[in-house]
């Protein structure tokens, strides 16, 4: 029932017709049940969480009395299923120009429509020797259509024309280029995230014949330019030139491209970040804002909780106050799966107050935190930890609470069976480091350099940039009153 009810949500309101006629033609259902089960079901649309929905009321509301085998419903459920699937493939082909002209092309040369042929390959001929082509195009189709008028037989013994070699090869060597630097991009990317190792074949010379095309060629630009800051670190002079050209032009690429492209530079952004390089904080909470208004960011109108955590700890991090306040009230809440909903927008409050310095309001938002998500309780553990020593640097009256999350946190950490012993590893070095914090705060010789030593040894460790932050501040404090 599920997969039904997903197959309904996927339908615009205009295609709630054009499925009823879609269901009433012979040709496709003659079963006048599902018919009756689909007028049912569109009462409920776009919603469909209506208890009235469940197997056993739909049996008695639609079968009532009627002798029929135990599986009756279920089995027309699975057809209805079949029958949506067949009418939305029609509606892409009849709605995707590049889906059209491949289904009547196929069509036309297996039932040896000769004629049909002859004519359909006049018009692609056409289309790929045009030299009015945006350089947004996708080389792709181009290339596509070069290749498969060539390789026809009537081509290949020279009785019909087709678009030149140096046309083809031209073409698949720009799509050539484009994708595999989009693939670099993604492996760079995992690369430095999960610690994985790749070969590319033919790397340097693909990036000295992207680095002559670029000027001309906006995409082979873009991947170009994500590679350079992965491989090196470019000046934040470059990266705002690469950010804000994107920007200003995200508009010519496609849904993936772009939802691709913003992930990257945030990925990068975010990356300058942890190494302390807090000029970029800003950035990356920019894109995050950039990506939710320009819809980049939603998957079929959703994110994910863990996306909406980042939206409120980053923009909250640059000061962003007004803008991540509104989307934690309006825009954000919308965005998300109503399973966690209420538990993903507290914790995202609980980041925004956090970073916004009100460190009483969120660590009592902390103690209350109801959730049964394993991964969540480590990352709330922590946030409550960083809440209580900020509070105990200004009264230390808080020295006992905060003792006693960290008691209570390593116990955690030693029974917890779900996480890996490298991200437990993680957690534990950030108790021991601010252990050793609250020894730099009473030690009247503070050895700065020394602890920060001891911080960037211990690895994995968790939430570091805060631990050198919180160092620094101790130590800038101890100088000052002097």
């Known amino acids: 029932m599920k997969r039904l009810l997903s197959l309904l949500s996927s339908l615009r309101k205009n295609e709630l017709s054009q499925v009823r006629s ?117 080389p792709f189709p181009r290339w596509y259509w070069s290749e498969r008028l060539f390789t026809q037989l009537e081509t290949a013994v020279g009785k019909i024309p087709s678009p030149g070699m140096d046309q083809i090869m031209y073409r698949l060597d720009d799509h050539y280029i484009v994708s595999k630097l989009m693939y670099i991009c993604e492996l760079l990317s995992r690369q430095k995230t999960y610690q994985e190792e790749h070969n590319f074949l033919f790397f ?87 990506g939710i208004e320009k819809d980049l960011l939603p998957i ?20 962003e106050f007004e803008w991540t306040e509104r989307f934690i009230d309006h825009e954000g809440p919308k965005l998300l799966d109503l399973e966690k909903k209420e538990e993903t927008i507290l914790v995202g ?29 480590f990352r709330i553990n922590t946030l409550c930890i960083r ?26 950490i030693k029974r917890n069976k779900s996480h890996s012993e490298s991200r437990k590893k993680a957690y534990s070095n950030f108790i021991e480091a601010v252990r050793q914090l609250l020894k730099f705060q009473k030690a009247e010789n503070k050895d700065y350099e020394r602890l920060i030593r001891q911080i960037e040894k211990n690895k994995p460790i968790t939430s570091s940039n805060w631990l050198k932050s919180k160092a620094l501040h101790i130590y800038k404090n101890q100088k000052s009153q002097r």
């Open 387 to 412: 809440c209580y020593f900020e509070l105990y640097i200004n009264d230390y009256s808080y020295e006992g609470l905060l003792f006693a999350k960290l008691n209570s946190f390593k116990k955690f």
């Open 22 to 138: 879609f269901l009433d033609s012979p040709f496709h259902n003659t079963n006048r049940f599902i018919r009756e089960l689909f007028a049912y079901l569109r009462k409920f649309y776009p919603d469909f969480s209506s208890p009235r929905l469940e197997l056993d009321y739909l049996r008695v509301k639609l079968l009532q009395d009627r002798d029929t085998h135990p599986t009756y419903l279920e089995d027309r459920i699975a057809e209805l299923c079949r029958l949506l699937e067949e009418f939305l493939v029609i509606r892409q082909v009849q709605t995707d120009k590049r889906l059209r002209r491949e289904a009547r092309w196929q069509t036309f040369t297996q039932r040896k429509l000769f004629k049909e042929v002859t004519k359909m390959r006049k018009d692609i001929l056409q289309d790929v020797q045009r030299e009015d082509v945006s350089p947004w195009s996708d």
């Open 300 to 319: 079929a109108g959703k994110i994910s909780d863990r996306t909406f955590i980042n939206v409120c700890t980053s923009g909250a991090s640059a000061g």
């Open 349 to 377: 409050r609980i980041y925004f107050l956090f970073h916004s310095g009100k460190y009483e309001l969120a660590s009592e938002l902390l103690n209350d935190f109801p959730s049964s998500d394993v991964r969540l309780k």
């Open 204 to 290: 340097e010379p693909l990036l000295e014949e992207a680095k002559r095309k670029q000027e001309d060629h906006p995409k082979i630009y873009i991947y170009y330019k994500l590679i350079q800051m992965f491989i090196k670190d470019l000046s934040e002079d470059q990266f705002l030139t690469v950010k804000n050209w994107f920007t200003e032009k995200y508009k010519n690429f496609d849904k993936f491209e772009k939802l691709f492209i913003v992930v990257k530079l945030i990925g990068v952004a975010s990356k300058h970040m942890f190494q302390s390089n807090y000029d970029y904080m800003k950035e990356v909470a920019l894109l995050y804002q950039f």
